[in-house]
């Protein structure tokens, strides 16, 4: 566990899965930290003291125990994972691996399983929309890249929980919300159920049912109760 008297800030929206990716971190890892509620519907990530932290204008970003500002969902997960020597392998090509899961996630997963779900529950596009389905047709195939590997192994890097792990449970386990049918990956389902059978480990839709929840476990942890 990181030792720090000072709790991290994590600036976030709870209808992101890449804000949940991290604050799912943050509790697995039982670290104090304070949640800052950023809408990104609103456009609150494009105020200029939001800007400041990340000119990207995009959430979360941590703010650290030390006042900087760390932006990118996957590069929060390593910075903690290896900071608390948890979730991440000792070994280089092991570590190459998680990265490479990373690096698979942003690129050819989570643009289509989440951007699914984002345009059409957001921004109100039909599944028949060309450039939906295009973007069904590739989440499935980052599905089918998963379930092979998912075959031959318990967890994404290997047989040992990492990082990679909770960066593809995100958008993974909200995929039925989206309209993918995860009855045709039973390698997937089984992770997903191993994923959720650990202490601690809580779903996005539990986390995201009520802002208030989110604010309240936040503190809980803040105060160690």
Known sequence: MIQTETPFKLYADPRSGNCFKVWLLLGLLELPFQWVSVDILKRES???????????GMVPVLQLDSGAALAESNAILCYLAQRSLCLWPHEPLSQATVLQWLFFEQNNHEP???G??????????????PDIMERIK?????LSVMEQRLAKHAYLAGETLTIADIALYAYTHTAPDAGFDLGRFPGVRAWLARL????????????AASHGSLLHWSQRVLHGV
């Open 46 to 56: 494009h105020t200029r003291e939001f800007l400041a932290m990340n000119p990207q």
């Open 112 to 114: 289509y399983l989440a």
């Open 116 to 129: 699914v779900q984002f345009m059409t529950r957001y921004l109100g596009r039909s599944l028949d929309d």
């Open 138 to 142: 590739r989440g499935y195939r980052a």
């Open 196 to 207: 959720e059978a650990r202490p601690r480990w809580l779903t996005m839709a539990a986390l």
